[in-house]
Nanobody, 121 residues
Framework: QVQLVESGGDLVQPGGSLRLSCVAS????????MRWYRQAPGKERELVAG????????NYADSVKGRFTISRDSAKNTVYLQMNSLKPDDTAVYYC??????????????WSQGTQVTVSS
């Protein structure tokens, strides 16, 4: 069964750090690009960060560049989002996404259940 299970969401003060984890199972993790999205109340879902299936290329939204880092561990089938210098406007539900891209036909996409990150003093 395909699963993307998140952990690490929490309440943190401005300027603090947090690391989100997303453990994949039920599919070939090595063939999937991984992404992190977030959605704040009353706002559209936003793409935060992405990493290719090999881990050789990463991309970030301008709002998080220099503060967030996406990485993956092939041995653990896990993607991470390290979040530093957190701001109140980082508050959102964060989602992990897996995308097969051109490695399969038809293209396959999977989503995690989401985890709440709250940045507040």
């Amino acid at each position: 069964q395909v699963q993307l299970v998140e952990s690490g969401g929490d309440l943190v003060q401005p300027g603090g750090s947090l690391r989100l984890s997303c453990v994949a199972s039920g599919f070939d993790f090595s063939r999937y690009a991984m992404r992190w999205y977030r959605q704040a109340p009353g706002k559209e879902r936003e793409l935060v960060a992405g990493i290719t299936n090999t881990g050789d290329t990463t991309n970030y939204a301008d709002s998080v560049k220099g503060r967030f880092t996406i990485s993956r561990d092939s041995a653990k089938n896990t993607v991470y989002l390290q979040m530093n210098s957190l701001k109140p406007d980082d508050t959102a539900v964060y989602y992990c996404n897996a995308d097969s891209g051109s490695s399969s036909w038809p293209r396959r996409r999977y989503w995690s259940q989401g985890t709440q990150v709250t940045v507040s003093s």
